[in-house]
């Protein structure tokens, strides 16, 4: 486990034999179709990390989701989240396999991948929000971990489902990732999640950042939104931040399309695809297209 970036294996719930150690190859081969560059340089492809950050799974669920969470880099600093996931498909014999992004970049992200049915187009970059009366970050890299750590834990957050109903989201006090290398301003940086409690679902993410501007060196923070539930972040018991479902903040992107969440094939646990998943007005989730009948 090195330094700059820490890979949480959370317990995978009596997945059904070893359906994790199945799909990662999978999760891999699907994260690694994408190319990502920002604008400002659409020929240097971004780095993808192809060890997850993030392993979780959802046994709640009927379907048993499960799934993986990558890290694409900009100059060593995040750029883009990607959850690669699967559930049993209702119809098929084998696993729909989602696509579950958001953009981390400042920077408007170009993205692209060969022989899709189903795109994400990010229109713009991640803003940051200054951290008020959170002191100035320290000298050393060592002081600031503790630092970061403490202001992340100054933020709650919470989820309503299509009822009303209020659950609230525990965040992991370790951060995913971290970042203390000072590159284009950023002096620091690390990532959090708040998970789910009915598995180990990351459903927000928070960014925490030290940040030299205007000769001053401050902390700011992104909240990124992971679900298609309606979502709220308070810092010290203020609502800072919220994602609520509207005609354009919708269950598959919000109204940047910096956030996006699509079904995009079906296979088998031994990769085999079974059917492309094609994204309609009509059916929001996707409708299954069987190889053979392309």
């Given at each position: 486990?090195?330094?700059?970036?820490?890979?949480?294996?959370?317990?995978?719930?009596?997945?059904?034999?070893?359906?994790?150690?199945?799909?990662?190859?999978?999760?891999?081969k699907e994260a690694s179709e994408y190319s990502l560059a920002i604008e400002a340089a659409p020929k240097q492809k971004l780095e993808l990390k192809k060890e997850p950050i993030l392993e979780w799974t959802n046994p709640s669920?009927?379907?048993l989701q499960q799934g993986v969470i990558f890290l694409w880099l900009h100059d060593g600093r995040p750029a883009a989240l990607g959850c690669i996931?699967?559930?049993?498909?209702p119809k098929l014999p084998g696993r729909r396999v989602v696509h579950e992004f958001h953009a981390l970049d400042r920077e408007k992200l170009l993205v692209s991948r060969?022989?899709?049915?189903?795109?994400?187009?990010?229109?713009?970059?991640l803003e940051r929000k200054e951290i008020p009366d959170a002191g100035t970050p320290a000298t050393s890299p060592g002081e600031r971990l503790v630092q970061t750590r403490k202001l992340a834990q100054e933020f709650t957050a919470y989820e309503t489902d299509s009822e009303g109903k209020r659950c609230d989201l525990r965040l992991i006090p370790a951060p995913r990732f971290r970042y203390p290398v000072a590159k284009n301003g950023v002096v620091d940086g690390a990532l959090f999640t708040f998970l789910s409690t009915e598995?180990?679902?990351?459903?927000?993410?928070?960014?925490?950042?030290?940040?030299?501007?205007?000769?001053?060196?401050?902390?700011?923070?992104?909240?990124?939104?992971?679900?298609?539930?309606?979502l709220y972040?308070?810092?010290r018991g203020k609502e800072v931040w919220?994602?609520?479902?509207?005609?354009?903040d919708t269950v598959l992107h919000d109204a940047q399309h910096l956030y996006r969440l699509f079904a995009d094939?079906?296979?088998?646990?031994?990769?085999?695809?079974?059917?492309?998943?094609?994204?309609?007005?009509?059916?929001?989730?996707?409708?299954?297209?069987?190889?053979?009948?392309?």
């Amino acid at each position: 486990m090195s330094f700059l970036s820490l890979v949480l294996v959370l317990p995978a719930a009596d997945l059904d034999d070893g359906l994790a150690k199945k799909m990662l190859p999978i999760y891999v081969k699907e994260a690694s179709e994408y190319s990502l560059a920002i604008e400002a340089a659409p020929k240097q492809k971004l780095e993808l990390k192809k060890e997850p950050i993030l392993e979780w799974t959802n046994p709640s669920r009927s379907t048993l989701q499960q799934g993986v969470i990558f890290l694409w880099l900009h100059d060593g600093r995040p750029a883009a989240l990607g959850c690669i996931f699967s559930q049993q498909d209702p119809k098929l014999p084998g696993r729909r396999v989602v696509h579950e992004f958001h953009a981390l970049d400042r920077e408007k992200l170009l993205v692209s991948r060969p022989n899709v049915l189903n795109e994400w187009k990010p229109q713009t970059g991640l803003e940051r929000k200054e951290i008020p009366d959170a002191g100035t970050p320290a000298t050393s890299p060592g002081e600031r971990l503790v630092q970061t750590r403490k202001l992340a834990q100054e933020f709650t957050a919470y989820e309503t489902d299509s009822e009303g109903k209020r659950c609230d989201l525990r965040l992991i006090p370790a951060p995913r990732f971290r970042y203390p290398v000072a590159k284009n301003g950023v002096v620091d940086g690390a990532l959090f999640t708040f998970l789910s409690t009915e598995g180990t679902d990351p459903e927000v993410w928070l960014l925490v950042e030290a940040r030299e501007k205007y000769g001053k060196i401050r902390w700011e923070y992104a909240c990124c939104r992971f679900s298609n539930r309606d979502l709220y972040v308070q810092r010290r018991g203020k609502e800072v931040w919220s994602s609520v479902r509207s005609k354009t903040d919708t269950v598959l992107h919000d109204a940047q399309h910096l956030y996006r969440l699509f079904a995009d094939k079906v296979v088998t646990l031994e990769g085999k695809v079974l059917a492309r998943v094609r994204e309609t007005p009509e059916v929001w989730w996707g409708e299954a297209v069987p190889v053979d009948e392309k």
